[in-house]
């Protein structure tokens, strides 16, 4: 028998049509429903395996309010929709469908939608346990090999760290008949890197004296029962005034206390502190609760293995906003899972991207990269599916697509914004069925690939506005994963500017002698339309004009153009930055060159007071188009 189905629909044509092509594929339907109080009667009476829903509705509740009880029961349920605006379609984002199929649709379209949406339900449960199970094993094996309780609490973070995020992990024994608890924590201050806080750290940053770790009666962690304090509930943070304490030292916005009580009248309190509110949910505790984190020596011993993510070291940055997209890629990179990468350019989309296929069982089969904005629309078919010989006028040979070349490996489509309507219809049927058929071909081919995509456009808006599919939104949208912009993770800044100041001091052959702390505040202070890259732009352009003997310094102020360009250029885009940073390095290249009277080598040369090899300083004026009657009077 079947998988159950209710549907909830109140167009009589399309549920009665639904209805029959189910029936004939071998589904149970359970009834249809017209209204969410008819559904919610429904459910009472039998649970299905699926729903299928309208968002649309007859009476005053729409279909995504039915999906948020859908969900609290852990009932699988896929959207249907003539249309939507970014306002219906952020609400039903918010509640997690397990597809979306956009009316009208073919009939291989819906069957095959709900057998990925049973899949991924499926999937998902079946997940969840072997989480949960790997994850207790792993923290045995800690508990059994590790006596020291110091590495034991770093050992239980790095493990812990990608489920349930944190930027301070605290634990609080209370031993038995003493008023004297026993705290210690692990601040986050790295993708992988942690520094201890004991007693006498906490001291020091505090200012506070050894009696703060004297609790009364009165004081004592009485949680017994995990509770979250999401920032809203901060007044019931008084009875403990010493989790305050290291609240309030490193600034945390929300918190998860999970309690471990042991038969001898010990207990255990984990604390996980998050700069961000709202950070934690009952998903977080219904993980703690299944496994069994003791902190007591267990009696079966075996290795553990801790992930190791040595794959981000060249990713720069600690910021929390970036670490939690680390944690991220880390947590997807093992399945199959598509992932939408989301941020503005210049944030490093495609470094994730890569990390993700890295860190895959994938590693090793190929990476291919597509970049849809570049392919003119008339080949994007060809490119990605590949054609017969004689296909088309050009077509002289068969020849494989990007697809076909990512078979068995990853392919990343970025810019997935910029895919014309016409090819994401035939890009969903691929994402869907798992095969291509080439350009003038008519055999199918099936391909086991993981998919990638990345944008710079708010889909939603382009959804709304009816430039991007809705249901190739949803399908692309398993696991999306936002890059914050620069200007959201400034306290990087130095970092990311120290490694491109030395990445390009031994390129150009110059000695490394740091960044002045006037340049250092005025990047600072400015907004980077062009994020990273445009800082790697203007570091490379420091060190060029660099005379090699003192720390860098910036040779005009970041965001101004130069008085030569004031008024002729709009800075809206990227590129726009860039052609105000050519002319920059162009107009201080030829007034080096006027001073010199068009000298370029030896001694008092441009290149000598330039400090740069003669030949690069030729090759900028060539890339620049410097022309001898630029200088020359």
């Known amino acids: ?14 549920a009665n049509d639904l209805r029959l092509i189910l029936e004939q594929a071998g589904y149970q339907i359970l009834g249809i429903a017209t209204s969410v109080e008819e559904a919610l009667e429904s459910l009472q009476q039998q649970k299905p395996d699926l729903v299928l829903l309208d968002i649309m509705l007859e009476g005053e509740k ?22 939507s605006n970014q306002k219906i379609l952020e609400e ?26 049973w899949y991924r339900h499926k999937y998902s449960l079946e997940s969840k346990f072997r989480q949960a199970g790997l994850l207790q094993e792993q923290l045995t094996a800690i508990d059994a090999e590790t006596t020291d309780v110091q590495q034991r609490l770093l050992k239980i973070a790095v493990l812990l760290q990608s489920h349930i995020p944190f930027d301070l992990l605290v634990s609080v024994r209370r ?9 210690m924590g692990y601040l986050r201050i790295g993708f992988n890197e942690y520094q201890f806080i004991g007693q006498k750290e906490l001291i020091t940053i505090a200012g506070s004296g050894k009696n703060v770790f004297s609790i ?61 509110p709202g950070m934690y949910n009952n998903k977080h505790i219904d993980l703690l609760k299944q496994l ?63 990390s993700i296929h890295a860190l895959s069982p994938r590693k090793n089969q190929p990476f291919i990269k597509v970049n849809c904005a570049a392919i003119p629309s008339a080949l994007i078919e060809s490119e990605l599916f590949g054609h017969e010989k004689g296909a088309f006028t050009g077509a002289i040979e068969k020849r494989k697509g990007k697809f076909e070349q990512a078979n068995g490996g990853t392919i990343f489509l970025d810019e997935i914004g910029e895919l014309p309507l016409a090819m994401q219809v035939k890009l969903l049927r691929v994402l869907q069925e798992k095969e291509i058929e080439y350009v003038g071909g008519s055999m199918l081919k099936k391909l086991n690939i993981r998919i990638i995509a990345a944008t710079n456009q708010n889909l939603e808006k382009e959804v709304a506005a009816g430039n991007f599919r809705l249901d190739l939104y949803y399908r692309l949208n398993v ?12 306290s990087d800044i130095p970092a990311l500017a120290s490694f491109f100041a030395d990445k390009f001091c031994k390129e150009f052959n110059k000695e490394y002698k740091g960044i002045s702390s006037a340049m250092l505040v005025e990047m600072s202070a400015y907004h980077w339309p062009g994020n990273i890259r445009e800082l790697e732009n203007v570091m490379e352009q420091s060190v060029i004009l660099h005379d090699g003997i003192s720390p860098l310094e910036l040779k005009r102020s970041l965001g101004n153009l130069p008085t030569g360009l004031s008024g ?23 007034s080096i060159l006027k001073k010199v009277q068009g000298r370029i080598r030896g001694i008092n040369g441009a290149a000598e007071l330039m400090n740069i090899k003669p030949t690069t300083l030729e090759s900028k004026m060539e890339k620049l188009k410097i022309k001898s009657e630029d200088f020359k009077s």
């Open 92 to 117: 039903a984002k918010a509640t997690e469908p397990y597809g979306f199929l956009v009316k009208p649709f073919r009939q291989k379209d819906l069957l095959i939608t709900l057998e990925i949406a």
């Open 292 to 354: 069994k984190i003791s902190g007591h020596n267990a009696v079966n011993k075996s290795a553990v293995k801790l992930p190791d993510h040595s794959i981000f070291k060249n990713i720069i940055g600690n910021h929390p906003l970036l670490l939690e997209v680390l944690d991220l890629t880390a947590q997807v990179a093992p399945y199959t899972t598509s992932v939408l990468i989301l941020g503005e350019s210049g944030t490093g989309k495609e470094k994730i991207a890569q």
């Open 216 to 276: 009364s009666s009165d004081d004592v962690y009485t949680e017994t029962e995990a509770v979250i304090y999401n920032g809203t509930t901060e007044e019931k943070r008084h009875d403990n005034p010493l989790q305050k304490l290291w609240s309030s030292c490193f600034h945390m916005a929300s918190s998860l206390v999970f309690p471990v009580l042991f038969n001898d009248g010990q207990s255990l309190h984990y604390y996980f502190h998050s700069r961000q």
């Open 479 to 490: 696991f999306p994963v936002t890059l914050p912009s620069l200007k959201e993770r400034k």
């Open 568 to 590: 002729k250029v709009n800075i809206e885009t990227l590129e726009d930055v860039k052609q105000v940073q050519r002319e920059t390095e162009r107009e201080y290249i030829i």
């Open 175 to 183: 031993p038995i008949d003493t008023e004297q608890s026993e705290d």
């Open 62 to 83: 729409s279909g995504i309010e039915l999906a948020r009880n859908l969900r609290a029961q852990n009932i699988a349920f896929v959207y249907l929709s003539a249309n």
């Open 1 to 14: 028998m079947g998988n159950k189905i209710l549907i909830v629909e109140d167009e009589f044509v399309v």
